[in-house]
T-cell receptor, first 114, second 115 residues
Framework: GAVVSQHPSRVICKSGTSVKIECRSLDFQATTMFWYRQFPKQSLMLMATSNEGSKATYEQGVEKDKFLINHASLTLSTLTVTSAHPEDSSFYIC??????????FGSGTRLTVV | AQTVTQSQPEMSVQEAETVTLSCTYDTSESDYYLFWYKQPPSRQMILVIRQEAYKQQNATENRFSVNFQKAAKSFSLKISDSQLGDAAMYFCAYRSVSGNTPLVFGKGTRLSVIA
């Protein structure tokens, strides 16, 4: 089946540094990817919609300058958390539509900012 | 905007028994998709079952079935013959038919299975 590969699975970074998370569609072309954030014991909250070759669409309250999204090819979307702070610590997960109405998810990235 | 409500933060079931997880949603659209996802401790999102709103027949996948009541905007998940591996967070989700729209999730229900 269709697979979205997300890396890294875990990352610990120092406050003030930037972290890049990658999501790759391995056997299909993903013109659109969705980025979610999940706090412990909570649901997935949509952060932004990433469209290949164009600017991402951010949800209300999500800082576009802090969460940089790039979708330069049909198989790769990246989320960069810039100048990370402890409050950015969370679980980040991407997803993509795979033809029809099937949605597949990456395995997620646990970000810890110390 | 569409909303999804899961009113049961936690549920428990005895192994081999049946449990029903509730979900309601709000939308003004007439055609859409509804999903149940399972998130085990690994946090990988796993599709359990999907329902197209235009289909009256309730979807079924092995031990998992739904009770889709379109007029009531209700979409409950029934798990039969519960197994220890069913223990996880379960999320109900909505998706519009049109365009590349994202999933809208409920807050989730944590299911425990008691041996």
């Amino acid at each position: 089946g269709a697979v979205v590969s997300q890396h890294p699975s875990r990352v610990i970074c120092k406050s003030g540094t930037s972290v890049k998370i990658e999501c790759r569609s391995l056997d299909f072309q993903a013109t659109t990817m969705f980025w979610y954030r999940q706090f412990p014991k909570q649901s997935l909250m949509l952060m932004a919609t990433s469209n290949e070759g164009s600017k991402a669409t951010y949800e209300q309250g999500v800082e576009k300058d802090k969460f940089l999204i790039n979708h330069a090819s049909l198989t790769l979307s990246t989320l960069t958390v810039t100048s990370a702070h402890p409050e950015d610590s969370s679980f980040y997960i991407c997803s993509a539509r795979v033809g029809g109405q099937n949605i597949t998810f990456g395995s997620g990235t646990r970000l810890t900012v110390v | 905007a569409q909303t999804v409500t899961q009113s049961q933060p936690e549920m428990s079931v005895q192994e081999a028994e049946t449990v029903t997880l509730s979900c309601t949603y709000d939308t003004s659209e007439s055609d859409y998709y509804l999903f149940w996802y399972k998130q085990p401790p690994s946090r990988q999102m796993i599709l359990v079952i999907r329902q197209e709103a235009y289909k009256q027949q309730n979807a079924t996948e092995n031990r998992f079935s739904v009770n889709f009541q379109k007029a009531a905007k209700s979409f409950s998940l029934k798990i039969s013959d519960s197994q220890l591996g069913d223990a996880a967070m379960y999320f109900c989700a909505y998706r519009s038919v049109s365009g590349n729209t994202p999933l809208v999730f409920g807050k989730g229900t944590r299911l425990s299975v008691i041996a």
